[in-house]
């Protein structure tokens, strides 16, 4: 059952320290600001943190590495040329890195979300990021065994929600949220809109509500 | 018989190609209608290159098909941005779709070329292009390696050479590797070459260099396309 929050503090109540933390977003577009925010004023510290990059300027999931309450980020992306939050931090050895080829990064999270205990890719196979890891000859080529990635808790963002926690998303700023609905025990989504169930098409539902256990408005 | 198109061209009256040259050289040998994944950097700027009935639909790993050239302007939408998170247009008959499904697209074969930049190819095809490996630098890996081993053919663009002279076209890469055995064809400012998998790179083209002279200037085994 969904249930439909009043403020963003609302909706990320009860988050505990040392939680693993999906956080929604390529970049900046589809990354749910206001749960970042909310989540800095809720204090969970000890954080995992997995995102495709790790935070952009001094925003967004930025300021929550800033305010020191991530521990680990798992991330295929963490350098850009408005990383400097992250830089300084994993320079001075107070952050921890898992870098996850962009690919294995959303297959982890499908696999976690989809019962699967482990998959073989092609990715990474030779290549520093596959070393130690297990590997199959399968029809003459050789495979990455990866396992999933499932966490504590997703913060995602969506542009339409129902009240039973149907999401539809928009443009390019659906990007990983969909599968990380599916890969948390609770999974939160900041959306621009709420509407009443019958008001969004069926056919155009992305993530079906039984995936979404909180929602909160947040009109930006 | 036509062979022309099959046996080295030498332009050795002029320098090497520009970067613009380049991406346009590429340009002209990507299929018309191919799906097509351009990596971030230069790679990008071969979609301007592209003529406009080239039916080419390029796709973005980060969750659309059908990717128009750059926003400007009042078309900026903060949701709609390319891999290299640059503001975008759609086109007509464009899909968005999210992260799992863009790269199991990929990883599934579906994309019939995506073009990459690269520190480094071995003539044998290994691609480094995602990590120098140098003390204190920040690994970041993206899509890379599911873009070397998930579209049909690899083609990379880069300068033949680095800054200080040094080839990027080398026996064995030192730089990490992003794949192994995944590169089809280099697009330099010097030559174009295709690896074949036998024992010597094919070069299919050269600018400003003759054969002979790249020779001398690479330590890999070369072959001029021949007839």
Known sequence: MTRVCTSADEAVEGIADGSTVLVGGFGTAGMPFELIYALIRQGARDLTVVANNAGNGDTGLAALLKAGRVRKVVCSFPRQTDSWVFDELYRAGKIELELVPQGNLAERLRAAGAGIGGFYTRTGVGTLLAEGKETREIDGRTYVLEFPLAADVALIKAHTADTLGNLVYRKTARNFNPVMATAATTTIAQVRHVVEPGALDPEAVVTPGIYVDRIVQVPS | ???????????????????????????????????????????????????????????????????????????????????????????????????????????????????????????????????????????????????????????????????????????????????????????????????????????????????????????????AAAP
């Open chain 2, 1 to 223: 018989m036509s062979v022309a198109s099959w046996s080295i061209v030498e332009h050795t009256g002029r320098g090497p190609l520009g970067r613009d040259e380049m991406a346009r050289v590429l340009a002209r040998d990507i299929p018309r209608g191919a799906y097509v994944n351009l990596g971030i950097g230069q790679p990008t700027t071969v979609a301007d290159h592209l003529p406009p009935d080239s039916g080419v639909i390029l796709h973005t790993e980060n969750g659309m098909l059908g990717m128009g050239p750059a926003a400007t302007g009042d078309e900026i939408d903060p949701d709609l941005i390319n891999a290299g998170k640059i503001p975008v247009t759609e086109l007509p008959g464009a899909a968005y779709f999210h992260h799992a499904d863009s790269f199991a697209m990929m990883r599934g074969g579906h994309l019939d070329l995506c073009v990459l930049g690269a520190y480094q190819v071995s003539a044998s095809g290994d691609l480094a292009n995602w990590h120098t490996g140098e003390p204190g630098a920040i690994p970041a890996v993206g899509g890379a390696m599911d873009l070397a081993v998930g579209a049909k053919r690899v083609f990379v663009l880069m300068s033949l050479f680095t800054r200080t002279g040094e080839p990027k076209l080398v026996q064995e890469c030192s730089y990490p590797l992003t794949a192994l055995r995944c590169v089809d064809r280099i697009y330099t400012d010097h030559a174009t070459f295709e690896i074949t998998g036998g024992d010597r790179v094919l070069v299919r083209e050269t600018w400003g260099i003759s054969f002979h002279e790249l020779r001398s200037r690479l330590d890999v085994p070369l072959a």
